[in-house]
Structures are given as structure tokens and as C-alpha cells.
């Protein structure tokens, strides 16, 4: 097998010698024979003693990692366990790309010419991305998100705050002396019966605290199980205004 002649300036790093010798070999970089490509590397690496190169710690570092793939590649493999030459791989490609943008921009930047303006480049407004379907949804689930918090708030969410009939506690007063006109009692929990709304029930409660409290009205009841009684006090007009 033919040798590479080389210079050691010529090549950056361990990297650069990998591809180089891919390239000579014409090996597939997606499917890279690590027995062949350990057996030219070390080669190289002989090349460099006998010429009493430096070698450079990288470079040695490459060979025990290449060393370290092959034994892993001969050992049993499970069906989830990774292929060991994948990682290499995508740094061979990264530092392919690197060298080709360098390469190009080689071309372009000069210290014996001048820097001219940037150029006007038409846009692109073709969208290029591919998208996974689950990222396509969760897109439309924070868009919706935002979309519904823009709108305006529907009616229905201000019916507890306006949508509520105002009831007085002077109304709620004259009600509950009109039920005990006739001097029969009535339990406090008879006066709640009919109050359906909210604000009913509040305005009745707060109307039976003020009538105990100006003494237009009294409280029966022994015992916590007993029924707790209202009866009108003697003297007590049907209706009037509460204090």
C-alpha cells in the first residue's frame, strides 16, 4: 500500500490527517473502516519518528481513541448500544465544513486588497426548516394560547361582578317584620327558603342582625340542636325603616 509523503506543517491536528487519508483511500466517511483506517494512521505516525518529527500529544491521543473504537467494534454488540465510530464521524464532517467555509473565505479576505461594502443579496423568503410533527402541534397549542389571550372577555366572565341584582338590607328588614306581623314565630332558617340568589341571602342576614341589634326583634332557642326561633317584640310596626 502506497504511503503518504507529507510534511507534518501541513497537517493541523489529527483530524486533518484523517481526512486526508479518507480522501486518498476514497473511503466512504459514513461508513469508515476503523481496522484499515488504524493500520494507515500508525503508518504516519512511524513516518514522523523516523524523521525525528515531533509528535504532537493530539495525534497520539487520536490513535488510542481509534485503537479504543476497534476493540469496541469487536466485542458483542446490543440492539441499543450505538455505533463507536458515530462520534468520530460527526467531527470529521464538522471539521470537513470548517475548512471548506475557510477555504472560501481564503478566497475573499486579503491584507493586499480592500475591504469593500457588503453586498446587496436578494432575500430568501422561502422557508427551508423541516419540522417534526410534535413541534408543529405544540407551535399551534402557544399560538392558540396567545391568539385567545388577545381577545376580549366575553360577557359571561363579568355576569358575577354586574350581572347581579342589587338587594337592600331595608328591603330584606321589611320582609322578615311582615313575616312576623301576625306575632307567630318563625324559624331562621324558614326566612332563607325562598332567597335563591347570593346576594339575597347576604342582605337578609345582615337585615336580621340589625333588627336584634335596635331591639325590633328577639331570638328563642335553647340547646345547639334547637331550632332557633324569631318573634317580633310588642310595639313593632310592620315595616320601616332600619336603623
Known amino acids: 500500500m502506497e ?15 484523517l481526512l486526508a487519508l479518507i480522501a486518498k483511500n476514497k473511503i466512504d466517511i459514513y ?15 512511524d513516518l514522523m519518528r523516523e524523521e525525528n518529527l515531533d509528535i504532537a500529544s493530539e495525534f497520539l491521543e487520536m490513535a488510542a481513541r481509534l485503537v479504543h473504537i476497534k476493540t469496541v467494534s469487536l466485542l458483542p454488540k446490543r440492539e441499543e448500544e450505538e455505533d ?22 481564503a478566497q475573499q ?12 443579496l436578494p432575500a430568501d423568503n422561502e422557508y427551508k426548516r423541516i419540522h417534526q410533527p410534535k413541534e408543529i402541534l405544540q407551535a399551534l397549542v402557544s399560538a392558540w394560547g396567545r391568539g ?14 354586574v350581572s347581579r341584582k342589587i338587594v337592600s338590607v331595608a ?3 321589611v320582609f322578615v317584620l311582615r313575616r312576623l306581623w301576625k306575632g307567630q314565630p318563625v324559624t331562621y332558617g324558614g326566612l332563607f327558603v325562598e332567597k335563591r340568589d347570593r346576594s339575597e341571602r ?11 341589634k335596635s ?29
Open 215 to 243: 331591639r325590633r326583634i328577639r331570638v328563642e332557642g335553647e340547646g345547639p340542636d334547637s331550632p332557633v326561633r324569631l318573634l317580633k317584640k310588642p310595639g313593632t310596626a310592620q315595616g320601616g325603616d332600619v336603623a
Open 109 to 120: 479576505a486579503s491584507f493586499d486588497s480592500l475591504v469593500r461594502p457588503p453586498a446587496q
Open 202 to 212: 347576604v342582605a337578609l342576614f345582615l337585615a336580621v342582625l340589625e333588627l336584634i
Open 31 to 45: 461508513d469508515i473502516p476503523i481496522a484499515e483506517l488504524l493500520e494507515q494512521y500508525m503508518e504516519q505516525i
Open 171 to 173: 328591603s330584606q328588614a
Open 3 to 17: 504511503k503518504l509523503q507529507y510534511r507534518l506543517e501541513v497537517f493541523e491536528g489529527p483530524l486533518d490527517l
Open 148 to 161: 385567545k389571550s388577545l381577545l376580549p372577555p366575553k360577557p359571561e366572565s363579568f355576569s358575577a361582578l
Open 84 to 105: 463507536p465510530r458515530l462520534e468520530l464521524t460527526g467531527q470529521l464532517i464538522e471539521y470537513q465544513q470548517c475548512k471548506l467555509a475557510a477555504q472560501r473565505l
